[in-house]
């Protein structure tokens, strides 16, 4: 199973723009990159999944260069609200294994 | 909207009582989950199902069995439960192919073991 490498937490503030990069240098050719979101005391919630290049739905966008060994979530002007865990998984449809994540920290 | 229904929200239990984890999806699902979350460890994988009778051993299954007598239903089991099983529990379901919509997980079940 690939390995991903997040930051362990990032700070932000309200209506900014933020990026989360992970890295899966050796990401399987059929992997699809996942990401999830967890708040405290709730089971972590699926946001956005991509293979390569550009991926929009109504909660983020997914940035997958063509090498596919990194990928960047973007959360516009985020709110007090999406102070949460942030998780990038490959998946195919396989088991989910999740690694630490980047706890994001939104400030007034 | 879709759901898994974990059975309870909290749970205390005595060190050595058999315990039972009940975990329902209604998406028809035919692979579930259950993780562990601990503080610093994240979120560990206990046992899986890919169908109704079939499980397989995660990365942290010692202490625990499953159950999947129907589909829709998933059981994690603490034969002997000791102080170590103190956690939180989520169980998750996904179809077999990729749906777009990733796993559905439950609000997880806060386990107490005195």
């Known amino acids: 199973l690939a390995k991903t490498t997040q930051p362990i937490s990032m700070d932000s503030y309200e209506g900014q723009e933020v990026n989360i990069t992970c890295s899966h240098n050796?990401?399987?050719?059929?992997?699809?990159i996942t990401w999830y979101q967890q708040f405290p005391s709730q089971g972590p919630r699926f946001i956005i999944q991509?293979?390569?290049t550009k991926v929009t739905n109504e909660v983020a966008s997914l940035f997958i260069p063509a090498d596919r060994k990194s990928s960047t979530l973007s959360l516009p002007r985020v709110s007090l609200s999406d102070t949460a865990v942030y998780y990038c998984l490959p998946y195919n449809t396989d088991k989910l294994i999740f690694g630490t994540g980047t706890r994001l920290q939104v400030f007034p | 909207d879709v759901k898994v229904t974990q059975s309870s929200r909290y749970l205390v239990k005595r060190t050595g009582e058999k315990v039972f984890l009940e975990c329902v999806q209604d998406m028809d699902h035919e692979n579930m989950f259950w993780y562990r979350q601990d503080p610093g460890l994240g979120l560990r994988l206990i046992y899986f199902s890919y169908d109704v009778k079939m499980k397989e051993k995660g990365d942290i299954p010692e202490g625990y069995s499953v159950s999947r007598e129907k589909k829709e239903r998933f059981s994690l089991i603490l034969e002997s439960a000791s102080t170590n099983q103190t956690s939180m529990y989520l169980c998750?379901?996904?179809?077999?192919?990729?749906?777009?919509?990733?796993?559905?997980f439950g609000s997880g079940t806060r386990l107490t073991v005195v």
């Open positions: 050796n990401i399987a050719t059929n992997d699809y």
């Open positions: 998750a379901s996904s179809p077999p192919y990729l749906s777009g919509y990733g796993y559905t």
């Open positions: 991509g293979y390569k």
